[in-house]
């Protein structure tokens, strides 16, 4: 039983380690109740099914709909210190869900576009102007891309976006929270890259493991499962073959 959990969390590890590359979290927070639906209700969405699923899941009940854009957001990163706010909105809302894997980016402008579409609301770019909310009137769907590479700043635009939005609409409002781009991971060279015609000579460094990878994800899940299941059977193996037949009944006790 011990070794079965053991193997079940070595993999479920390993996935995530194998999840992570390419891929950005999706959050969607709000002061009032909402359902989510099965196809949310997971780990990891592709791009298609989430936009789908998000489309489903506004009902336009809402007076203001927030689409936060932060670039090159990671699932990693939303553990790191100065996110506090952000937690805290999270948290505090009465209904909340969030997808830690959307394998690729999101166009959230265009998210934004759709849902302002299908409740017949304004879009409003909160780029363009820095009073863009404030001069907000009546159901708006509101887009807003966070540029600035200080978590911190970050985090105090979103929440005094939330607070322009709570002053003019109550708790009447959806949060949306996701990246149009995703992180790169800087990557080695692999033994069966190609570069193409015209493509600039890349200047190799020196050393054999500089230039290829020998050791991958598959052979590091491989040889960890080898260490754990080798062992296990060589055990049951040796057991099964050291059992004997008795040579000699008991004597019968009075």
Partial sequence: ?????????LL???????????????LAWSPQEFTVSNELNTQVISVQDLQRGV????????????????????????GQKGRDKLKNQVHGAESSFQIPFVDGPVDLERLAQ???QKCQTRFVDADESED???SVHGPSVIYKKLTSECVKENGNTLENLI??????????????????????????????????????????Q????????FFSQGIFMGLLIS??????????????LSVQQPQRFEKKQN
């Fill in 163 to 204: 607070k322009e939005i709570r002053d003019k609409f109550q708790d009447k409002f959806l949060v949306l929270y996701s990246s149009s781009q995703t992180k790169e991971f800087p990557t080695k060279h692999r033994l069966s890259a190609r570069q193409l015609p015209g493509d600039p000579t890349p200047t190799k």
């Fill in 12 to 26: 479920a590890s390993l996935y995530e380690v194998s999840a992570v590359e390419n891929t950005s979290p999706f």
């Fill in 227 to 240: 260490v754990i299941v080798v062992p296990i059977a060589f055990v049951g193996i040796f057991w099964n």
């Fill in 206 to 213: 020196a050393g054999l493991f500089h230039n290829y990878t």
């Fill in 132 to 134: 863009a909310v404030s």
């Fill in 55 to 78: 489309y489903d899941l506004v009902d336009c009940s809402h007076k203001a709909i927030l689409v936060v854009d932060e670039p090159e957001l990671h699932a990693a990163d939303l």
């Fill in 1 to 9: 039983m011990r070794t079965a959990v053991l193997l079940s969390l």
């Fill in 114 to 116: 759709r849902l302002s």
